[in-house]
């Protein structure tokens, strides 16, 4: 049997799932454990399906299998958000449309924090940089509605980067920036995703050196 990698999982989950996070009126239902294919979490009254069968759970890097049916829901939730900031797929209404009318996106490392539409600015400031931008999963951790990631993002160094001493030429390069994301969702949107980016790795691979030199003769 041909195994399923998780990029074939998110594009999966994002159209099954993510556009349809508010189907039908139905009564609550308690989240239990999973049992066979798709699941459907109650949230607010309305159905979200989270289209997760078993064994596309087992391709994914999961620290727990042992996922309530809430939990598999959040997931698809944050594997749609990243289909929908990957280079090949980008669609950044999508991504807008998973965040409550109040969440906020926290670039952590940055500082930055972006709401509303400025959410899409992060996106298409990275896809500009790296068009073929992608994040690769090495390890998820579902723990009711807070969803923990150690992943890479990864892309080719293909577009100029804006910078405070001017812009930076693309050279080609290949990128593998080490990342944490933490995401934390509300009634199956997000609510707050915290983002930690390996920047200093990211700047060498793009050919940018930290001047310390520079920085150690100016103190």
Same mark, same amino acid.
């Given at each position: 049997?041909?195994?399923?990698?998780?990029?074939?999982?998110?594009?999966?989950?994002?159209?099954?799932?993510?556009?349809?996070?508010?189907?039908?009126?139905?009564?609550? +239902?308690?989240?239990?454990?999973?049992?066979?294919?798709?699941?459907? +979490?109650?949230?607010?009254?309305?159905?979200?399906?989270?289209?997760?069968?078993?064994?596309?759970?087992?391709?994914?890097? !999961?620290?727990?299998?042992?996922?309530?049916?809430?939990?598999?829901?959040?997931?698809?939730?944050?594997?749609?958000?990243?289909? *929908?900031?990957?280079?090949?797929?980008? *669609?950044?209404? $999508?991504?807008?449309?998973?965040?409550?009318?109040?969440?906020?996106?926290?670039?952590?490392?940055?500082?930055?924090?972006?709401?509303?539409?400025?959410?899409?600015?992060?996106?298409?400031?990275?896809?500009?940089?790296?068009?073929?931008?992608?994040? *690769?999963? @090495?390890?998820?951790?579902?723990?009711?509605?807070?969803?923990?990631?150690?992943?890479?993002?990864?892309?080719?160094?293909?577009?100029?980067?804006?910078?405070?001493?001017?812009? !930076? @030429?693309?050279?080609?390069?290949?990128?593998?920036?080490?990342?944490?994301?933490?995401?934390?969702? +509300? %009634?199956?949107?997000?609510?707050?995703?915290?983002?930690?980016?390996?920047?200093? %790795?990211?700047?060498?691979?793009?050919?940018?050196?930290?001047?310390?030199?520079?920085?150690? $003769?100016?103190?």
């Amino acid at each position: 049997m041909k195994s399923l990698g998780w990029k074939t999982i998110i594009a999966t989950t994002a159209m099954a799932s993510l556009g349809s996070l508010a189907i039908a009126a139905a009564p609550t +239902q308690a989240a239990s454990p999973v049992a066979g294919s798709a699941q459907v +979490q109650t949230v607010n009254g309305s159905e979200a399906q989270a289209a997760l069968s078993p064994r596309e759970l087992s391709a994914l890097p !999961l620290t727990n299998r042992h996922l309530t049916r809430r939990e598999i829901a959040n997931l698809a939730v944050v594997l749609g958000a990243y289909h *929908d900031a990957e280079g090949k797929s980008l *669609d950044v209404d $999508a991504f807008i449309n998973s965040f409550t009318t109040d969440g906020v996106f926290n670039d952590e490392v940055a500082g930055q924090t972006y709401q509303g539409k400025a959410l899409g600015d992060v996106l298409t400031r990275m896809a500009a940089i790296f068009p073929d931008v992608h994040r *690769d999963l @090495k390890s998820i951790t579902v723990n009711g509605d807070v969803v923990s990631l150690e992943l890479s993002i990864q892309g080719t160094f293909e577009g100029p980067a804006q910078t405070p001493a001017g812009t !930076l @030429k693309p050279n080609g390069a290949k990128i593998d920036a080490p990342t944490a994301d933490f995401w934390y969702l +509300q %009634d199956g949107k997000i609510k707050k995703f915290d983002c930690y980016v390996g920047y200093t %790795d990211m700047y060498a691979q793009m050919g940018v050196s930290l001047d310390w030199a520079g920085a150690v $003769a100016k103190g």
